[in-house]
């Protein structure tokens, strides 16, 4: 999908967000300032090199910063913004191909003067969004805007790890009681009788003993024996009680969406098969599927899985043979659970794109008689292989999109909403079930979490966001 989402107009009318002065005292690998001369608008030779190495880089946020201070009063500060985002749109056209990206107006009001307005900040700041960081205890971090991204201590959690951490949850979420453990233990102890033996071995043979030490007379001992009873506490597995997955999914993250999308929507889809990603960051919800299966599976009801990593030890390979998909078919949660542990590592990285529709056309290849797919999607990746949607199209399975990583349903990606419309599915965020996107037809406009779209020549165009 590489047409044109946002537009150089669209952003350049947008409300501006009125500050005293930008702070740029901030030093990040994440943060890019691209600083302008004041109402002009040029990049250098070494921004165009900059925005070539970006052009597969996940970027949360985009800043455009001047100052309220006009010197003349026929200035049009819409007119100058709008160049200067049509300015970008040329260097860095992805950017604008993209939904997903927070774009800012910022709009410096701490001076009235020429000489100090010069001196502020004036350009575009560019925020890259962490992949697959954890503090040093572990915690997911999910924005630029935690400061704690900084911290020299963060790190890119390994799949290892993210297997060991998933292991550790779903231990977690098992109930358990205490039992007391009852054991006996015999202690013998020997013990003088006061006697003593007499030296001669006949004499010891005849029982004589004395009552005086005199040399060669040995202590008379006896074995005494004693039981001590001993309770211990035990924790086991609690058949009776009731397992609190929410809990555990909130030690690892805000965004409980396949937990709760499973919980409130499975049962309607039954006989589809679940085609989750298992790429670097998406642990937390991988997580989630597989607290759902450990109280939810039903014995000889077999559920359908497909695991995809993106190619394997060969990431971003040939569109429609980049391969890294595994298949399973179970009726109990650890089969299933293994075979995504061997998805996850056997993954070796790559660019964030995915090969989503591959995944959904080889789910369907193993479980042709499946009414449909249900795709567990990381919201902040594209799909690379969207040239694949006629064949999908051609299959007529719908595609049900559980979308990872905004939480509330906020933002969702373009991606997800064109494979929903195309193929007859929904979308599907924490609290929302969307459904009627097939319907949408040329001049339409709806509305998905914070964003407007319209529909124009059979592209979703966004035209406002809340």
Same mark, same amino acid.
């Given at each position: 999908?590489?047409?044109?989402?946002?537009?150089?107009?669209?952003?350049?009318?947008?409300?501006?967000?009125?500050?005293?002065?930008?702070?740029?005292?901030?030093?990040?690998?994440?943060?890019?300032?691209?600083?302008? +001369?004041?109402?002009?608008?040029?990049? =250098? #030779?070494?921004?165009?090199?900059?925005?070539?190495?970006?052009?597969?880089?996940?970027?949360?946020?985009?800043?455009?910063?001047? /100052?309220?201070?006009? &010197?003349? %009063?026929?200035?049009?500060?819409?007119?100058?913004?709008?160049?200067?985002?049509?300015?970008?749109? +040329?260097?860095?056209?992805?950017?604008?191909?993209?939904?997903?990206?927070?774009?800012?107006?910022?709009?410096?009001?701490?001076?009235?003067?020429?000489?100090?307005?010069?001196?502020?900040?004036?350009?575009?700041?560019?925020?890259?969004?962490?992949?697959?960081?954890?503090?040093?205890?572990?915690?997911?971090?999910?924005?630029?805007?935690?400061?704690?991204?900084?911290?020299?201590?963060?790190?890119?959690?390994?799949? +290892?790890?993210?297997?060991?951490?998933?292991?550790?949850?779903?231990? #977690?979420?098992?109930? =358990?009681?205490?039992?007391?453990?009852?054991?006996?233990?015999? /202690?013998?102890? &020997?013990?003088?009788?006061?006697?003593?033996?007499? %030296?001669?071995?006949?004499?010891?043979?005849?029982?004589?003993?004395? %009552?005086?030490?005199?040399?060669?007379?040995?202590?008379?001992?006896?074995?005494?024996?004693? =039981?001590?009873?001993?309770?211990?506490?035990?924790?086991?597995?609690?058949?009776?009680?009731?397992?609190?997955?929410?809990?555990?999914?909130?030690?690892?993250?805000?965004?409980?969406?396949?937990?709760?999308?499973?919980?409130?929507?499975?049962?309607?889809?039954?006989?589809?098969?679940?085609?989750?990603?298992? /790429?670097? @960051?998406?642990?937390?919800?991988? /997580?989630?599927?597989?607290?759902?299966?450990?109280?939810?599976? %039903?014995?000889?009801?077999?559920?359908?899985?497909?695991?995809?990593?993106?190619?394997?030890?060969?990431?971003?390979?040939?569109?429609?043979?980049?391969?890294?998909?595994?298949?399973? @078919?179970?009726?109990?949660?650890?089969?299933?659970?293994?075979?995504?542990?061997?998805?996850?590592?056997?993954?070796?990285?790559?660019?964030?794109?995915?090969?989503?529709?591959?995944?959904?056309?080889?789910?369907?290849t193993k479980f042709p008689k499946c009414k449909g797919v249900?795709?567990?999607?990381?919201?902040?990746?594209?799909?690379?292989?969207?040239?694949?949607?006629?064949?999908?199209?051609?299959?007529?399975?719908?595609v049900r999109i559980v979308v990872c990583g905004i939480a509330?349903?906020?933002?969702?990606?373009?991606?997800?909403?064109?494979?929903?419309?195309? =193929?007859?599915?929904?979308?599907?965020?924490?609290?929302?079930?969307?459904?009627?996107?097939?319907?949408?037809k040329d001049g339409d406009t709806f509305k998905i979490g914070?964003?407007?779209?319209?529909?124009?020549?059979?592209?979703?165009?966004?035209?406002?966001?809340?």
């Amino acid at each position: 999908m590489d047409s044109v989402i946002v537009s150089p107009e669209l952003l350049s009318q947008a409300k501006e967000i009125e500050i005293p002065q930008y702070d740029i005292s901030r030093k990040s690998k994440y943060i890019i300032y691209l600083p302008m +001369n004041y109402s002009k608008f040029l990049f =250098t #030779e070494d921004d165009k090199k900059l925005f070539f190495t970006l052009r597969d880089t996940l970027i949360e946020r985009i800043d455009l910063v001047y /100052t309220v201070f006009r &010197r003349s %009063k026929t200035f049009d500060q819409v007119e100058l913004n709008r160049e200067r985002y049509k300015m970008f749109q +040329n260097h860095f056209p992805q950017a604008f191909n993209n939904n997903l990206i927070d774009w800012n107006l910022i709009a410096q009001n701490g001076t009235m003067e020429y000489e100090e307005a010069q001196g502020y900040f004036h350009g575009f700041v560019i925020y890259l969004k962490p992949h697959r960081v954890t503090t040093k205890n572990g915690v997911t971090i999910e924005t630029v805007m935690d400061l704690r991204v900084d911290d020299p201590e963060t790190k890119k959690l390994e799949t +290892n790890e993210e297997v060991a951490k998933i292991k550790t949850m779903l231990s #977690e979420s098992i109930a =358990t009681k205490i039992i007391k453990d009852t054991s006996y233990i015999k /202690t013998k102890r &020997r013990t003088w009788t006061g006697m003593y033996l007499a %030296k001669s071995f006949n004499k010891r043979k005849k029982g004589i003993k004395f %009552k005086e030490k005199r040399p060669g007379r040995q202590k008379e001992y006896i074995i005494k024996y004693k =039981t001590e009873m001993k309770i211990t506490d035990r924790e086991v597995p609690d058949p009776d009680a009731s397992p609190q997955p929410e809990k555990v999914i909130a030690k690892l993250t805000k965004d409980s969406v396949v937990f709760s999308v499973l919980k409130r929507t499975l049962e309607r889809w039954e006989d589809y098969v679940i085609v989750q990603d298992v /790429t670097g @960051s998406m642990h937390p919800y991988l /997580t989630q599927t597989l607290l759902y299966l450990q109280t939810h599976i %039903k014995k000889n009801t077999t559920e359908k899985f497909v695991f995809f990593n993106d190619g394997d030890n060969k990431p971003d390979g040939k569109i429609g043979y980049s391969g890294g998909c595994y298949y399973v @078919s179970a009726d109990n949660a650890k089969e299933i659970e293994e075979m995504a542990f061997e998805a996850m590592r056997n993954g070796n990285g790559g660019k964030e794109s995915e090969n989503d529709i591959e995944a959904i056309l080889y789910g369907i290849t193993k479980f042709p008689k499946c009414k449909g797919v249900v795709l567990i999607a990381d919201n902040f990746s594209r799909v690379r292989d969207f040239k694949l949607i006629p064949r999908l199209m051609k299959i007529g399975k719908p595609v049900r999109i559980v979308v990872c990583g905004i939480a509330k349903g906020d933002v969702v990606n373009l991606d997800y909403i064109y494979l929903a419309k195309y =193929t007859k599915g929904s979308i599907h965020t924490i609290n929302d079930d969307i459904s009627d996107l097939a319907t949408k037809k040329d001049g339409d406009t709806f509305k998905i979490g914070s964003q407007h779209f319209r529909v124009d020549k059979n592209i979703i165009k966004l035209i406002r966001q809340n």
